[in-house]
């Protein structure tokens, strides 16, 4: 067969949400330039625009999958699936933030660029199929990350959130190249389907210790990403100092996509250490689900607390990738999707209520918000709902599924561990219920004023959201479960 | 496709648009909105029908997968058959009279709006059990309904006795649904699914069970739900108080639609009920008891909504007297004519308690004939039809009933026949005591507006004529028609029974009043017995509610939950702030110490995957 090194027209159309997201954030970068300082509010519909045209690509580029630009991309149902995810997430985070910007007095379209480019390395991450493109598309994603953390430059919290994450972000990084580097060396490829092979090929001669050991320092890379223990020592600081409406896209976006990467590369490129695997991935797990779960108790900052309980259900998705089977990686894509919903609705509403300056961010300062607010007070209970994982909410049949899953592999232990914890989790959900609604409103309500347009339509569209995976979960599952397989 | 969905679908609109914005909204809107979405209901149910007749066989739609979990596979699925059309033109025809009916009713109420949105709300859940294709569904639906009817109880929320009543009514009807859940599980046990088609055409080739089995365990555990939903002994004593709610949801909810939903879901099994005999026997026993005990406390009751309400209880036992005799059509049927008379029975009620200005009590009435002569007029037409006058519709139906109770066993035919006369005379001596003599009471009655009367004159129609739908022959695919031979003598007698009844009560209340009065203190303790209905209510709180009360006080509140449950709660509350408190302290925020946990956990992994290998 000829070889030809110029991509056909199919493996553009493969490549064509990224396109979109990279062309789209340059122009935004050009436009900030050309528009006066009046006019930069107005550049959230044109990164609205781009991330639905990204969304109508996912799709086309699903009708006809496959490979793109020499195996350097896998465009197929997981890929498309967790590339709608993460482009609903960065969408939600876009309607949140215009108010928010012009808020802080710091409406630009570099924000947005950064957020579309951000989303381009999730998408890459999503499909990539070589280890070269996870690297690359995890460093996209993460640097514009790292300057969302900080953007509000003027302020002491932001700086200190953006350092960190980048410091201990580059910091984990250097161990997954690292291990990405043990694997070329074994087996000579950075394709994970040759790796495969090589790996599960007898006469190889690749020891399964070093194998391993290069499979952990990759994990390290992903940890940290999903905020796993012991690397989610960051999470809190992070979440808590970085802008609302970016915290609600990094605990969502690029945790899905880590997730989606984790997956892709351990069932398609490891099946050869599964027993090691399954017990490193066990135990992070277990320890995600309680020291989230166990630390958010003492918290009285709604951010933090909102940020442990990410590491939590982190440590959920996980106990799903510990089953280490097909309904147990379909149930993490379904549960990825729920919490990108219901946790961007539950920070949306925090970001709309801390007001200027993100002043009112502690639990207390939500007293009588149900007297106030009583929509919002509403849809943010929904949320709440929905993360303790109570029926009629997508969070409910995400836990089913995923705990479901773990008993059909045998974790027995694990199951009826994770379910404690998540029931211990309940306490500093339904604490936030109680101030809401049983609390007589204090002078932090004074100054509130109804929701803007922006996180009215985020709201309501999480919230709808939640409650359709809540009750008609199978749509959603459906795909899930024949997408699964496609990465096995 | 024929869009099934779209007839549970508008109501459910209906609701969602008054429930969430009616507080705003002016009155027409509301109505238009309520009326419109079952009107739409019941005209989709036309245009399904026509598009689907003669429809002998079962129509699917399937629209999704709900529940797939293991071998359970539970779909979105609604079907249509002979049954559920039927069921489907009274449930949408019957409930537009009635929504109709309550815009005039209801126009002084506070609350107009909620009303309404709780009125839609029960027409969904309605339509979605009569539509549902597998038992999960149909649960689905049961449940909301029996939600629906605990709302518009209690809809009259700041009167103590409605919210009583209110909470009467759900928790006698958990008992029966725990029966129905238990008989799910059971099926699912025994079938391995679900389904109607599928469970049913697993049951046909089982040979009919001569003892106990489980078939008979599952029908038997149905009837239990049966019993709860459709009032029958020993569940019934929550329908007489149903009463507190506003006349129409009692037309709609607790005579028409909703307590009738029992005899269709029994009706429904009916491939389960025929391969088990004795359930059966259980059944046609049950129907028969609530028959006559109801009947005879309608007898004595001063109330006017309570002596329709004993009728309505005494009636489903009639319909499951059908069912248990294998009458499955004729109890339909009767579901039929009955949701004609008795929804014009109480909406007639309705109207001249909306006449007296609140009035209900038979004793204040009198002579209403000249003053409101549209309600009479409907009302009477009503009573015909009850009193099984030939050739009103109560008489074809009730016929059909006894027929075939005579074909199973010739005794149920007799006590049938006496019932028969028994309600003719409660019916009777409730029209004589409001309707004739002389005026009691002090209002001044006035006739009620079109919107009301409109519906009562359509419903009359219907109690005249209703008795020739045909509905069994129109059954004749789903049920194989009743054995029996149409038997002159039988018929005669049933009828005279009924006219001994409207003599007697002539006799009684007309011809010489004050001699009831007199029997009834003659008869003193069997009087006082029948009046006080048995005692039924005060058995029950004598054996069963006092003693739970008192031992969930002692046992299950005071030792269990603020002893054992508390203090485990409370230590593993404390337990788990401890364990917190020590999880925040690993974040100094000093990024150095950061680093270090990073460095400890990649040497824990690497020795992790390095020693299980």
Known sequence: ???????????????????????????????????????????????????????????????????????????????????????????????????????????????????????????????????????????????????????????????????????????????????????????????????????????????????????????????????????????????????????????????????????????????????????????????????????????????????????????????????????????????????????????????????????????????????????????????????????????????????????????????????????????????????????????????????????????????????????????????ATTSAVLVR | MHHLWLIPALPLAGFLVNGLFGRRLPKAIINAVAVGSVLLSFLWVLQVLNGLMPLETLYVERYATWIASGSLDIPYELAIDRLSAVMLLVVTGVGLLIHIYATGYMSHEDGYYRFFAYLNLFMFFMLTLVLANNYLLLFVGWEGVGLCSYLLIGFYYLKNSATTAGNKAFIVNRIGDFGFALAIFLIFIQFGTLDFPAVFSAAQPLPAESTAGILTAICLLLMVGAAGKSAQVPLYVWLPDAMEGPTPVSALIHAATMVTAGVYMVARSSALYLKAPLAMDVVALIGLLTAVLAATIGMTQFDIKKVFAYSTVSQLGYMFLALGVGAFSAGIF?????????????????????????????RHMGGLRKKIPITFLTLACAWVAIAGVPPFSGFHSKDEILLAAHHHAPWMYWIGVVTAGITAFYVSRAMFLCFFGKYRGHHHPHESPVSMWGPLAVLALLSLGGGYTHIPQFLAPVFPLAEGAHDFTLVAISVAAGLTGIGLAWFLYIAKPGLADSIASNLGGLYKLVYNKYFVDELYFATIINPAIAGSRTVLWKFLDAGLIDGTVNGAGHMAQWVGAKCRRLQSGNIRTYATWVVLGAVLLIFTIGGVR
């Open chain 1, 1 to 479: 067969m000829e070889t030809s090194f110029l991509p056909t027209a199919a493996e553009y159309l493969r490549l064509l949400p990224e396109t979109i997201l990279i062309v789209s954030g340059t122009i935004l970068m050009i436009l900030e330039g050309l528009a006066g300082p009046r006019n930069r509010k107005n550049l959230s519909p044109l990164a609205i625009a781009a991330i639905l045209a990204a969304m109508a690509a996912t799709v086309a580029a699903a009708g006809n999958p496959g490979p793109a630009f020499n195996n350097m991309i896998l465009a197929d149902g997981f890929g498309a699936f967790f590339r709608m995810v993460v482009l609903s997430a960065g969408l939600l985070a876009v309607l949140c933030s215009s108010s928010y910007l012009t808020r802080e007095k710091a409406d630009s379209g570099e924000y947005y660029a950064l957020l579309l480019y951000s989303m381009t390395g999730q998408c890459l991450l999503s499909t990539a199929n070589e280890l070269i493109m996870v690297f690359i598309g995890l460093e996209i994603s993460s640097i514009a990350t790292y300057i969302l953390a900080g953007y509000l430059r003027d302020d002491a919290r932001n700086n200190e959130s953006a350092l960190k994450y980048f410091l201990l972000g580059s910091f984990a990084t250097a161990f997954l190249l690292y291990g990405v580097a043990w694997i070329y060396g074994i087996t000579g490829s950075t394709n994970l389907e040759e790796i495969r092979r090589t790996l599960l090929n007898p006469e190889s001669g690749a020891s399964p210790l070093l194998t391993g050991v290069a499979a952990a320092l990759m994990f390290i890379g992903f940890a940290f990403k999903i905020s796993a223990v012991p690397f989610q020592v960051w999470a809190p600081d992070v979440y808590q100092g970085a802008p609302a409406p970016v915290s609600a896209f990094m605990s969502a976006g690029p945790k899905a996509a880590a997730f989606a990467v984790m997956l892709r590369v351990y069932l398609t490129a490891f099946p050869s250490i599964g027993d090691g695997w399954q017990t490193m991935i066990w135990l992070t797990a277990l320890g995600t689900m309680i020291v989230g779960n166990f630390a958010a108790l003492t918290q009285s900052n709604l951010k933090r607390i909102l940020a442990y309980s990410s590491i939590a259900h982190a440590g959920y998705v996980l106990v799903a990738v510990t089953a280490y089977s097909d309904t147990g990686t379909a149930a993490a894509m379904f549960y990825l999707a729920a919490y990108a919903f219901m946790n961007i609705g539950a920070f949306a509403v925090v970001s709309h209520f801390s007001r200027t300056g993100e002043k009112y961010v502690e639990l207390n300062d939500l007293a009588g918000l149900a007297q106030k607010q009583p929509t919002t007070a509403a849809l943010f209970s929904l949320f709440l709902f929905s993360l303790i994982g109570v029926p009629l909410t997508g969070g409910f049949f995400g836990k089913f599924y995923i705990f479901k899953a773990a008993i059909d592999s045998g974790l027995i232990g694990l199951t009826v561990l994770g379910l404690l914890s998540s029931a211990v989790a309940a306490f500093y959900y339904l604490r936030i219920i109680v101030v809401m609604y049983f609390h007589e409103p204090g002078d932090t309500m004074d100054t509130i004023t109804s929701p803007a347009p922006g996180i009215q339509i985020a709201l309501w569209t999480s919230a709808l959201a939640t409650l359709l995976l809540g009750v008609f979960p199978s749509f959603v599952l459906d795909y």
């Open chain 2, 334 to 362: 009767h579901v039929v004519t009955h949701a004609f008379f008795k929804a014009l029975l109480f909406l007639g009620a309705g109207s001249v308690i909306h006449a007296l200005e609140g009035e209900q009590d038979l």
